[in-house]
């Protein structure tokens, strides 16, 4: 996956860049709030149909225009592509793929996937199983479309078996549904533990490199407690009563979540520091990026954004070294304000190009 040309319209503060990139490495460099990380924020969006900065779309529109607006010219598993994309603050949204409309942001993933590491990732210990979850099926979705129709045929049984909790239904009306969401639950927590097991000798790779520890991986909780190993059909009998009276399902793949732990099985986020907790999430990111590159159908396009605000310069220079290693198909860009850290890396590759930007200004540097 490479994306060859952009072209942005009202997003932030950018005066309607029109970028040419390489299909190798891009600098992205620049003064704090010159609207660096603007331009990643629009790449992320070709991919996932929203920013990775907020939630609230209408931030992300120019404060003097009604939308945005994104156009880019795109390589996507050897076929070139023009995508389209506009949002309106109403949240309204238009998408077309060569002249077509789209409906569904699965094709985005599809079509763009983007893996990003950026200020915002470093809590991922600390948020709650949501947006661990949200990672963990992020890369399944990438390595095994096939999870997407199996999630979604899940989801809708169980959003059927918890409008009968609510109503009262005796157990008679949902053990037909419990057949039904057992063995989608157990196939999607198949193709997640297949995830974790491809992803986990990668990470404990990285982590040697970053924390000086390889005996650290990730644990799939796939969303219920069954240590009696009786099976999910029969934990849904037995906690029948104390869903009902909650008016919803107590276990199910909605409530999975992605552990990372230490030796001895310790949770990472309760004894790592802060500055330990962003190496293990910089290991995970790149394991992540491996997997794909190794088990997906494309390499995802690697975003790095603000480099030197959250590593120290040892880091920085191991995580750049890594960078450099990466297979002449990666498309990456990464945002720094001085380029004097990762001329190394630069040197190191045949095809970069740099981009200036300033008060939203994006000059090609030569």
């Known amino acids: 996956m490479r994306v060859n040309q952009l072209t942005i319209t009202n997003l932030r503060n950018l005066k309607h860049p029109s970028l040419s990139f390489s299909p190798q490495l891009n600098i992205i460099y620049g003064p704090n709030a010159a609207g660096k990380s603007s331009i990643l924020e629009a790449l992320y969006v070709l991919g996932n ?14 404060d003097q225009y009604n939308d945005f607006t994104l156009f880019a010219k795109l390589n996507s598993s050897g076929i070139d592509h023009q995508l389209g994309f506009n949002r309106q603050r109403n949240g309204d949204t238009i998408i077309k793929l060569n002249s077509e409309p789209v409906t569904r942001l699965s094709t985005l993933a599809k079509l ?6 950026s200020p915002e990732q470093y809590d991922l210990l600390i948020k709650g199983p949501s947006y661990r979850r949200k990672q963990l099926d992020w890369g399944v979705f990438h390595v095994e479309h096939s999870v997407l129709s199996v999630w979604q045929r899940c989801h809708k049984i169980l959003l059927q078996r918890n409008q009968l909790l609510k109503n009262k ?7 037909a549904w419990d057949k039904q969401l057992v063995n989608l639950s157990e196939q999607v927590t198949q193709l997640r533990q297949a995830y974790c097991d491809k992803i986990n000798p990668l990470f404990s790779d990285y982590c040697q490199v970053f924390l000086g520890e390889s ?10 407690n069954d240590k009696q190993g009786e099976g999910l059909e029969v934990l849904y009998k037995k906690q029948f009563e104390k869903d009902k009276r909650l008016g919803f399902t107590q276990s199910s793949i909605q409530k999975a979540d992605l552990k990372f732990l230490l030796k001895d099985s310790k949770k990472a986020g309760d004894y790592l520091s802060r500055g330990q ?3 293990l999430i910089t290991a995970f990111k790149l394991a992540q990026l491996k997997v794909m590159q190794e088990f997906g159908l494309q390499s995802p396009l690697f975003l790095l954004d603000d480099i030197g605000a ?14 450099a290693q990466q297979p002449t198909n990666q498309q990456i860009f990464i ?16 095809n970069v190009k740099m981009f200036h930007v300033e008060h939203g200004q994006v000059e090609e540097v030569k």
């Open 49 to 62: 149909g929203r920013s990775f900065r907020t939630s609230k779309h209408s931030k992300v529109i120019g």
């Open 112 to 117: 763009s996937p983007v893996q990003i590491l």
């Open 169 to 175: 239904a005796p157990y008679s009306d949902i053990s």
């Open 215 to 224: 005996e650290v991986k990730i644990e799939l909780y796939p969303g219920w």
């Open 277 to 279: 907790q962003k190496l």
């Open 310 to 323: 959250e590593l120290d310069s040892n880091h920085q220079q191991q995580l750049l070294d890594l960078l």
């Open 335 to 350: 945002t720094c304000v001085h380029l004097d850290p990762i001329k190394p890396l630069i040197e190191r590759y045949k």
